[in-house]
């Protein structure tokens, strides 16, 4: 962040400038090092803060953090001071809301703070998740291979969502298509048939008829349409965001026939991807079900895992817990659970279950996009054809009555 100041010099003249620096109390620690006296010092307001602002407000996606991670791992990992690492990130990093972040946690560092703790004073961009990875990096000294671990489970997740919008862009790119000719075919089309009817002055077949003011309709009161749809949408969104609503989301979410197989999956390779990586750092078992808990984002799940984390602190096994839910964990991840709590190496044994859900989630994205071209096409030609019909029956209807 920029400051800008007036202060007097050693030979007590005033001079004014700006300085650079992480905080207000740094920037004044750094003018006095070259032995200028403070006077007024404020944060440099420019022209383009409202953007700023807004840009503030966006999400550090998942991929920016892997990427942040890795490159901190490495620099770590070369015995780069950790000040200086962070330093050099927030330099080359181009979102404004994490560039101050992590200026602010080298700031908060350099005044004595171990990194799990500078970490942790930005809660909404590192969970609690990532603060106890970085926390038994330190106790055991490996540091750096804790922050590798971070960005590895970073961008499992992150591939995974990005397959998932992949999928969907081929149908998002088909329904705009779908919108765009329903334009053109109510805004300029239409108009022009109705023009012709007119002129002939005969009265045109009844389903002519009802197609043209269908049409003529949905030109003059799109607006109301369009609404409707954008308060629908808005109270969907919000509905979902409250916590009844985000209840039964969760829970119609995992009985579609078509989608609930693969979100637990997906589900099924998070929670393994967090207890093992958790697990290989050295938390403790109940802790990592306590920090995996939190992370868990399907409500159905969270309680699962709470019922796991309690009846485990009693003396019961993971695997006799989760065959109580066998319609949310499968057989064979019950199976390997039993077999690392049996062997004593349920980590490798989860990240074996994440490597064969990876896989498994890469496959059902696969094939549902394969499957998804033909029935999108056929549906999309079912549409044209429709609208086809519509445009070409008005055009016999007046040629016809012609």
Request: charged letters at 20%.
């Amino acid at each position: 962040m920029k400051y800008t100041y007036q202060a007097r010099n050693q030979e007590g003249k005033m001079e004014s400038g700006m300085v650079e620096a992480y905080s207000k109390e740094a920037a004044a620690e750094l003018l006095q090092k070259y032995n200028i006296f403070v006077t007024f010092l404020e944060e440099e307001r420019t022209k383009e803060f409202f953007f700023k602002k807004i840009e503030l407000g966006r999400k550090i996606s998942k991929k920016e953090l892997a990427i942040f991670f890795r490159q901190l791992s490495i620099m770590m990992g070369s015995r780069v001071p950790v000040i200086q690492s962070l330093s050099s990130l927030a330099a080359q990093t181009g979102k404004i809301s994490f560039k101050e972040a992590i200026a602010k946690i080298a700031g908060l560092i350099e005044e004595g703070l171990p990194l799990s703790e500078a970490f942790a004073a930005y809660p909404k961009i590192f969970n609690n998740f990532y603060i106890n990875l970085i926390k038994s990096g330190e106790a055991s000294g490996k540091i750096s291979e804790a922050l590798y671990n971070i960005s590895e489970h970073l961008e499992r997740e992150s591939d995974i969502i990005a397959q998932v919008r992949q999928a969907m862009v081929y149908p998002v790119f088909v329904i705009s298509f779908l919108f765009v000719t329903i334009v053109v075919i109510t805004t300029f089309l239409i108009p022009k048939i109705a023009d012709l009817i007119k002129e002939t002055g005969v009265r045109p077949p009844l389903f002519t008829l009802a197609m043209l003011n269908f049409y003529k309709f949905l030109g003059i009161y799109w607006w109301i349409f369009a609404i409707l749809s954008l308060v629908f949408v808005a109270l969907a969104i919000y509905y979902f965001k409250t916590g009844q609503g985000r209840r039964n989301y969760d829970q119609i979410s995992l009985k579609i026939p078509v989608a609930k197989e693969f979100l637990k999956k997906v589900f099924l390779a998070r929670f393994c991807g967090n207890i093992s990586a958790l697990l290989i750092a050295g938390v403790s078992i109940n802790k990592a079900l306590l920090i995996t808990e939190e992370t868990v984002n399907n409500n159905v799940y969270r309680k699962i895992v709470s019922e796991i984390e309690q009846k485990v602190s009693e003396g019961e096994k993971i695997s006799a817990v989760m065959a109580k839910h066998q319609d949310y964990f499968s057989p064979f991840v019950i199976q390997m659970v039993k077999v690392g709590e049996e062997t004593g190496k349920l980590d490798k044994a989860l990240t074996e279950v994440v490597s064969f859900y990876q896989k498994e989630i890469k496959r059902t994205i696969d094939l549902f996009s394969v499957l998804l071209e033909p029935v999108v096409i056929i549906l999309l030609g079912i549409m044209i054809t429709f609208l086809a019909m519509s445009v070409l029956s008005s055009l016999y209807g007046v040629i016809g009555t012609v």
